[in-house]
Nanobody, 114 residues
Framework: VQLVESGGGSVQPGESLRLSCAASGSIGIIYVMAWYRQAPGKQRELVAQITSTGSTNYGDSVKGRFTISRDNAKNTAYLQMNSLKPEDTAVYYC?????????WGQGTQVTVSA
């Protein structure tokens, strides 16, 4: 199973970005799709996750600004990031959990600066 992320980049504070993560290979049901991030010198933290039933959970620092969604037919997860702040700067990783295992994407850089 391979996860391919896209959509990262450099933006100014207040702007938006949309990340995508597409899974390829034989997976079956993906129980949880999630986004994590890791800033320099910090531990990896959960940004948002969505279950197969559509239940979502967000990190406190992104609540009200970020929205996670999924397209089960395409095995793809999305992260809409609005009102970006400099403290959102990090490498964002996609994670998908399915029967027997989970997979991680390679990471995509998001940089927010004036």
């Amino acid at each position: 199973v391979q996860l391919v992320e896209s959509g990262g980049g450099s933006v100014q504070p207040g702007e938006s970005l949309r990340l995508s993560c597409a899974a390829s290979g034989s997976i079956g049901i993906i129980y949880v799709m999630a986004w994590y991030r890791q800033a320099p010198g910090k531990q990896r933290e959960l940004v948002a996750q969505i279950t197969s039933t559509g239940s979502t959970n967000y990190g406190d620092s992104v609540k009200g600004r970020f929205t996670i969604s999924r397209d089960n037919a395409k095995n793809t997860a999305y992260l809409q990031m609005n009102s970006l702040k400099p403290e959102d700067t990090a490498v964002y990783y996609c994670n998908m959990r399915y029967i027997g295992s989970d997979s991680w994407g390679q990471g995509t850089q998001v940089t927010v600066s004036a």
